[in-house]
């Protein structure tokens, strides 16, 4: 059984997009500068679905090439869902996506679909999520959900990547979880041009 983790890009203040995101603006105002050393680089890095290349460093394509080959699975939310449109019917990621909801869009519901609309909680998702990816790890890629799992004890890692930018408001990664500290470990530190990648395990 592989782990259960989160992975996502992090300005230094701690949002993971600007206020006012959208269909129309994915990241929100200003939030383009989270997602910018993925297109600063000199290494293509083809994302693991063949409809994305992106230009990082060399340190972060190895990082990237890493983690996107041990995923089987990934836990999202539906908002993150509705935003990224379903990300035109296959995820960056080309594995199957359990979308935490409390009502599913039938017109993503059909045969073949690598979208499972989870109705009875972000338990159930990630418990789904895991069977469904057998050996491999299952990523949690939305801050609600992530939010959610680190509540309930579910999630064992977290990647971020951390841009040197402050961003001021928009939607913070680490919300609303409760009044008690959260114990980390550090297990991995790379530097990058334009972003650190920090890996750590969930104590408790």
């Known amino acids: 059984m592989g782990k259960v983790s989160t992975g996502l890009s992090m300005s230094l203040d701690g949002f993971i997009a600007g206020p006012n995101d959208g269909p129309e603006r994915i990241l929100g105002d200003g939030g383009e500068w989270i997602l910018k050393w993925y297109f600063s680089g000199d290494t ?47 995820h960056p990621l080309d594995v199957p996506v359990f979308v935490v909801t409390h009502t599913v869009p039938q017109e993503w519901v059909y045969e073949g679909s690598p979208f499972t609309f989870v109705t009875d909680g972000v338990e159930s998702a990630v418990e789904k999520a895991k069977k ?22 579910l999630l064992d ?13 928009g939607i913070r990664l680490f919300e609303h979880l409760g009044p008690e500290p959260i114990e980390l470990e550090s297990t991995k530190v790379i530097e990058a041009p334009g972003v650190t990648h920090l890996t750590f395990r969930v104590v408790g």
């Open 132 to 153: 469904a990816a057998g050996d491999k790890n299952v990523a949690v890629g939305a801050a609600s959900i992530a939010q959610q799992c680190i509540k309930a004890g």
């Open 157 to 169: 890692e977290i990647h971020i990547d951390l841009v040197p930018v402050l961003l001021g408001k």
């Open 44 to 90: 293509d890095y083809e994302m693991p679905n063949g409809r994305m290349t992106l230009k990082v460093s060399p340190a972060s394509a190895e990082l990237l090439q890493e983690v996107h080959r041990t995923i089987g699975a990934l836990v999202s939310g539906r908002r993150t869902f509705d935003i990224a449109n379903g990300w035109g019917g296959r």
